[in-house]
């Protein structure tokens, strides 16, 4: 028997199928009664009115696009009849009726690691920074060589994260690197840093520790491969320090408010905007009412409900940053003479997710319902607690990476379709749908699908993965950690020399 499709706002016009719908089938939704008029794939949508051609489509309360065409009551509801209603630029205003930040004295706590400069640390790893892609392998060796060398000592591994850049980059992407790696050398799940430079790159050790500002000496040091003989030797010779300063640090009880998250989705269908993203809203509500701070990126992924994160700024410095996050990557987009709203991906397609806004509208969920307290650069680190937004492109490895150079500990990553991948912290995948979750269990930390089921709530699902958040901050490895993924990836906009 098929599941009744979910009715997400009583101002909407569509319903979600929670299981597949055959035509001629009669469903019930609230006060609505209707016979389909054809089939429903699961998480698609179906029309409860007849809705005219060009009329806005309401779901989750907002409109996310405008029909192409009449659609009948009990119509499958997609890309065929459905088309973005947004446009270039729009304006908005600043209400100033923020939310009021949630408090709670949590005493809560995980097992972290608490460093000298005041950071708290959820790993204590030692990781090898390459300034220049031309190192990579010299780095991967050195990785390889120190594992064996120092597989004695009380640390939690040593990773180096390739990338192809450093060299040959003018102007802002030159910058947007040293701004990326920075980010990582200075994140207090490394317990002591290698940056390994060739020595002849743009991004030379001399250039880039001017970007990097100033460093604890006994956590961080500098070789360029060019120098030694052999360069994996010095490598080694270099790391020894670095490894016996980490291996002095132990785990000890940290308030859950100086947990850092990011929030990430990638792969998503349309019951991610109802299971996961919704899942880790709460936990994103909890975590800063306690004092901590979430932080959510993907700023395409934004176009079609940032006046909602607009009406939650919590000041009118806050919102007018907001506006020019959102503005200014509209122009990135025409700049290259490519359309502002080319979302969704295939996989969001299959997955259900017909135009931008109806996708922006569930990844937005993440977010909770708090205050937006600050937007942030790319490399820039909150200041303070609550939910922040960073600049940065919806691609997975690029926004991972710049949520990991911000300074988050770890990423609440939601997926309706699946992916291994994850980045230099731990990466804790979160499918939306149980299926998913039975089918790549290797892939998958936590299934939020089991509120289709109804034998959950959203309150107790956001409490289990704060648990899960929390033990995995204390050092249970995330799948992606177990499985070995770890990548990075960097944005680049501009000439390449």
Known sequence: MSAPPLRIHPDDDVAVALTPLDAGEHVHIGDVELTLREAIPAAHKLSLRAIAAGEAVRKYGESIGRASAAIPAGSWVHTHNLATGLGQSAAYDFSGDTPAPATNDSDQTFLGYQRADGEVGIRNEVWVIP????????????CAAARERFDDRAIDGIHTFPHPYGCSQLGDDHRLTQRFLAGLVHHPNAGAVLVLGLGCENNNLAEFRAALGPVDP??????????????????????????????DAIRSPVPLGALRVGLKCGGSDAFSGITANAVVGVLSDRLCAAGGTSVLTEVPEMFGAEHLLMARARDRGVFDATVALVEDFKRY?????????????????????????????????????????????????????????????????????????????????????????????PTLKISSNSDLAAHKAHWIDFDAGRLLAGDTDLPALGEELLDLVLTTAGGRPARNESNGYREIAIFKDGVTL
């Open 333 to 425: 987009f025409t700049r290259h003479g490519q359309p502002v709203y080319e979302n969704p991906s295939p996989g969001n397609k299959d997955g259900g997710i017909s135009t931008l806004e109806e996708k922006s509208l569930g990844c937005t969920q993440k977010g909770g319902t708090g205050p937006v307290v600050d937007v942030l650069a790319i490399g820039q680190r909150p200041q303070r607690s609550g939910l922040h937004l960073l600049d940065g492109p919806g691609n997975d490895m690029v926004a991972i990476t710049g949520l990991a150079a911000a300074g988050c500990h770890l990423v609440l990553f939601t997926t309706g379709r699946g992916t291994p991948l994850g980045g230099p912290v």
């Open 131 to 142: 300034t220049v892609g031309c190192v990579n392998t010299t780095a991967q060796r050195l």
């Open 218 to 247: 006994q956590r961080v040091a500098f070789l360029d491969a060019q120098d030694p003989d052999d360069e994996i030797a010095a490598g080694l010779e270099a790391l020894a320090p670095l490894v016996d300063h980490a291996a």
